[in-house]
């Protein structure tokens, strides 16, 4: 099955800096890459994805870019602001027979901006 | 904007005693599933449904759970004998339709197990 990877688990950014969290994938056949924002409390809200006919999509502040011969897909957040604090997971997923496949979570980020 | 919804936000029960978890999916969507988070783990998928019937479930998805969709709106999780593991966040999410991928989460329900 589908093995995802994630790094870094923490980490801290001062307020205006970018941040990037990067993840692996170990299934080729796997073609959609969500990322979710956990807040304390909550459950994961989708800010972003991509699926793999696509390198790169952007959304304001928030990027993700996909490398599909090398498995690995990043979230980039520019000009921090302190309500981007918050856990941050990436996902992948492929089609099933059914027509939708659940999404294998990494291990999360937890990502603190620096007033 | 339509929202999945969870009720209770958090149930607290003794170990061995039955548990239902309840999920209202966005109205229009027609895939659901549920996960769950063990406190500072990351989130695993338990089971997804369609058309009335599990399309995929989990190792931990045993015998002790079973899913329904009672009434065309409401979607449940119950777990027969809670153990101790079992305690988690419990999410429910749902898709649109066939060949989509966006999963619409819920906010979740903290199950605690003593």
Same mark, same amino acid.
Not at chain 2, 42 to 71: H, T
Not at chain 2, 88 to 106: E, K, L
């Given at each position: 099955?589908?093995?995802?990877?994630?790094? +870094?688990?923490?980490? *801290?950014?001062?307020?205006?800096?970018? =941040?990037? &969290?990067? #993840?692996?994938?170990?299934?080729?056949? *796997?073609?959609?890459?969500?990322?979710?924002? @956990?807040?304390?409390?909550?459950?994961?809200?989708?800010? !972003?994805?991509?699926?793999?006919?696509?390198?790169?999509? %952007?959304?304001?502040?928030?990027? /993700? $870019?996909?490398?599909?011969?090398?498995?690995?897909?990043?979230?980039? !957040?520019?000009?921090?602001?302190?309500?981007? *604090? =918050?856990?941050?997971?990436?996902? =992948?997923?492929? &089609?099933?027979?059914?027509?939708?496949?659940?999404?294998?979570?990494?291990?999360?980020?937890?990502? $603190?901006? &620096?007033? | 904007? +339509?929202?999945?919804? @969870?009720?209770?936000?958090?149930?607290?029960?003794?170990?061995?005693?039955? /548990?239902?978890?309840? #999920?209202?999916?966005?109205?229009?969507?027609?895939?659901?599933?549920?996960?769950? @988070? &063990?406190?500072?783990?990351?989130?695993?998928?338990?089971? *997804?449904?369609?058309?009335?019937?599990?399309?995929?479930?989990?190792? !931990?998805?045993?015998?002790?759970?079973?899913?329904?969709?009672?009434?065309?709106?409401?979607?449940?999780?119950?777990?027969?004998?809670? %153990?101790?593991?079992?305690? =988690?966040?419990?999410? #429910?999410?749902?898709?649109?339709?066939?060949?989509?991928?966006?999963?619409?989460?819920?906010?979740?329900?903290?199950?605690?197990?003593?």
């Amino acid at each position: 099955g589908e093995n995802v990877e994630q790094h +870094p688990s923490t980490l *801290s950014v001062q307020e205006g800096d970018s =941040a990037v &969290i990067k #993840c692996t994938y170990s299934d080729s056949a *796997s073609n959609y890459f969500p990322w979710y924002k @956990q807040e304390l409390g909550k459950g994961p809200q989708l800010i !972003i994805d991509i699926r793999s006919n696509v390198g790169e999509k %952007k959304d304001q502040r928030i990027a /993700v $870019t996909l490398n599909k011969t090398a498995k690995h897909f990043s979230l980039h !957040i520019t000009e921090t602001q302190p309500e981007d *604090s =918050a856990v941050y997971f990436c996902a =992948a997923s492929g &089609i099933s027979n059914f027509g939708n496949e659940k999404l294998t979570f990494g291990t999360g980020t937890r990502l $603190t901006i &620096i007033p | 904007e +339509p929202e999945v919804t @969870q009720t209770p936000s958090h149930q607290v029960t003794q170990m061995g005693q039955e /548990v239902i978890l309840r #999920c209202v999916p966005i109205s229009n969507h027609l895939y659901f599933y549920w996960y769950r @988070q &063990i406190l500072g783990q990351k989130v695993e998928f338990l089971v *997804s449904f369609y058309n009335n019937e599990i399309s995929e479930k989990s190792e !931990i998805f045993d015998d002790q759970f079973s899913v329904e969709r009672p009434d065309g709106s409401n979607f449940t999780l119950k777990i027969r004998s809670t %153990k101790l593991e079992d305690s =988690a966040m419990y999410f #429910c999410a749902s898709t649109p339709r066939v060949n989509t991928d966006t999963q619409y989460f819920g906010p979740g329900t903290r199950l605690t197990v003593l």
